[in-house]
């Protein structure tokens, strides 16, 4: 596809389960992000990846949050024991490849709706 | 600190009015980025501007400018004859060079344009 891709588009969970949020991002590009947005607020980064360099987690509100990148394509989030304030929108992000300190457009996906009940 | 602020949470203006988004931010930074995006109804954010620290430059696309003042640390977004079709949140953004590549937002604001 053209644009950056995410599955589910929605996602309802109870409590303490864990969730696994997906994101495929536009080919070519090296460069990945997750943020997370709450109703009504700006967005929080919480991880990026570029190529086989080691990830920038410090966005990562808790230990029970992580992601891993196969790559240079898809890449998952992982929310384990989930809670009520996890309920947000993530959005995931790719840029093509970042050099030195130049920041490249991020184009967005869709974003996965979570909610926690 | 990097930090974004954009004071107004919500603006509202009548179709055919101007009108300018706030944006200031902190970095300690001297190379920088700053961005401007917009989230429309459906959700999925929009990419307008990206400018580095050491154009300040204003630049113009269509309705659309751009005043970005490093004196004040400000980098603020206009938008001439508005149109219904503007009506969403825009969010402006900092990126510094140094620290790793976070991307901190600002909390955005509310555009309503009514015909």
């Known amino acids: 596809g053209a644009g950056v891709s995410q599955s589910p588009s929605n996602k309802v969970t109870e409590k303490g389960k864990d969730v696994e949020l997906r994101c495929d991002p536009i080919?070519?590009?090296?460069?990945l992000y997750w943020y997370r947005q709450r109703l009504g607020q700006g967005l929080e980064f919480l991880i990026y990846?570029?190529?086989?360099?080691?990830?920038?987690k410090s966005g990562l509100p808790s230990d029970r949050f992580s992601a891993e990148r196969t790559g240079e394509s898809v890449s998952t989030l992982t929310i384990q024991r989930t809670q009520q304030e996890d309920s947000a929108v993530y959005l995931c992000?790719?840029?093509?490849?970042?050099?030195?300190?130049?920041?490249?457009?991020?184009?967005f996906g869709p974003g996965t709706r979570l909610l926690v009940l | 600190a990097q930090k974004v602020t954009q004071a107004q949470t919500e603006i509202s203006v009548v179709e055919k009015e101007d009108v300018t988004l706030d944006c200031v931010y902190e970095?300690?930074?001297?190379?920088?980025?700053l961005f401007w995006y917009k989230q429309p109804p459906s959700g999925e954010l929009v990419f307008l501007i990206r400018?580095?620290?050491?154009?300040?430059q204003n630049e113009i696309s269509g309705r659309y400018s751009w005043n970005f003042q490093k004196s004040t640390s400000s980098f603020n977004f206009t938008i001439t004859a508005s149109q219904v079709v503007d009506s969403a949140v825009y969010f402006c953004?900092?990126?510094?060079?140094?620290?790793?590549?976070?991307?901190?937002f600002g909390a955005g604001t509310r555009l309503f344009v009514k015909a």
């Open positions: 400018r580095n620290s050491f154009d300040e």
């Open positions: 970095t300690r930074d001297t190379t920088y980025y």
């Open positions: 953004a900092l990126s510094e060079a140094i620290g790793g590549f976070k991307t901190i």
């Open positions: 992000a790719s840029s093509p490849k970042t050099s030195g300190g130049r920041r490249e457009t991020q184009y």
């Open positions: 990846f570029q190529g086989n360099s080691a990830p920038d």
């Open positions: 080919s070519g590009h090296t460069a």
